[in-house]
């Protein structure tokens, strides 16, 4: 199985200095699309895939995304999952103890086929429909103080999904035992990116059966209720 290192940067950090023969990925045009509601909707499966394959992914390529603490490698790492590629992984930049390359990179293309899951994600109507339920566990990655609504830096409004438990994308701390264990695990941030964050540290747990919910609260706070201490 070859190896295919993915820079979710932006682009001038990535001509700047990268992991050499790692692709390139746009947080905005390669992994975000026009699929749902929020800041950053989800690409498509065809528009995704095409750069997929010219990123050189193809079905016996490990994906290895990195980037420098934003949630967007974490991003590719659940869309390669959300369509089909389990073989991904994550690294932070400042791991990289190796050499670095700079401009562009030649990148033999590959075939990459997608094939989309259904059960990874949660939408709005279904949160509605069950907010109080016992069974739903939701989850904010934002930082504490955005969660508790106190501030509010890019959306118009500040709060949280009425319920929802905190764990801030960027918490060093370990995973908490009762998070591990809580039952319908659904996570959300901002606009679907640093969600993936702890999606993914779910996953590392043994939770692979947490969702996306992909608007996040930049679809939320226009169709329903807002909470804030």
Known sequence: METRFVDCRPRDAYLEGHIPGAAHADPEADLTGDDGGGRHPLPRAEPFAAWVSAAGIGPETLVVGYDDGTGWAARLWWLLRHFGHDAAGVIPFAAWRGPLAQGTEKTAPQVFTPRPRSDDTADAAELLDRLGDASLTLVDARAPERWRGETEPIDPVAGRIPGARNRYFLDPSPLPA???????????????????????????AGRDDARLYPGSFSEWYELGPVERD
Not at 178 to 204: I, K, M, N, W
């Open 178 to 204: 009762d998070l591990r264990e809580a039952p319908g695990l659904v996570v959300y941030c901002g606009s679907g990116v640093t969600a993936c964050a702890v999606l993914h540290e779910l996953h590392l």
